[in-house]
């Protein structure tokens, strides 16, 4: 059975890190690009960051970039994710994907292969 289970605080203050991770299980994890949406309060589901199977291609969006860090563990099967200096507007749910192309990641529309079910990071002001 694929999951992919997010964690992390919940609750940051601006200014501060955001940092999410992401334990996935039931596929081949290697062959995969791993990715991160969010979804803020009445907005549409974003990409946020990528990183594709080596690990050495990573991928963000125009938001994030600059204050974002996104890596992988193979030997764990985890994905990380790490925002600084985090505004009020970083406030979202955010996902854990994974996708076999690139382009299912970062393209609208997504087409990821497997999801996660998300977990609500607030920054407080």
């Known amino acids: 059975q694929v999951q992919l289970l997010e964690s992390g605080r919940g609750l940051v203050q601006a200014g501060g890190s955001l940092r999410l991770s992401c334990a996935a299980s039931?596929?081949?994890?290697?062959?995969?690009?791993m990715g991160w949406f969010r979804r803020a309060p009445g907005k549409e589901r974003e990409f946020v960051a990528a990183?594709?199977?080596?690990?050495?291609?990573?991928y963000s969006a125009d938001s994030v970039m600059g204050r974002y860090s996104i890596s992988r563990d193979d030997t764990k099967n985890t994905v990380s994710l790490q925002i600084d200096s985090v505004k009020p507007e970083d406030t979202a749910t955010y996902y854990c994907?994974?996708?076999?192309?690139?382009?299912?990641?970062?393209?609208?529309?997504?087409?990821?292969?497997?999801w996660g079910q998300g977990t609500q990071v607030t920054v407080s002001s």
């Open positions: 994907a994974a996708a076999t192309r690139v382009s299912g990641l970062t393209n609208i529309p997504y087409e990821c292969d497997y």
């Open positions: 039931g596929f081949k994890f290697g062959d995969y690009t």
């Open positions: 990183i594709n199977w080596s690990g050495y291609i990573k």
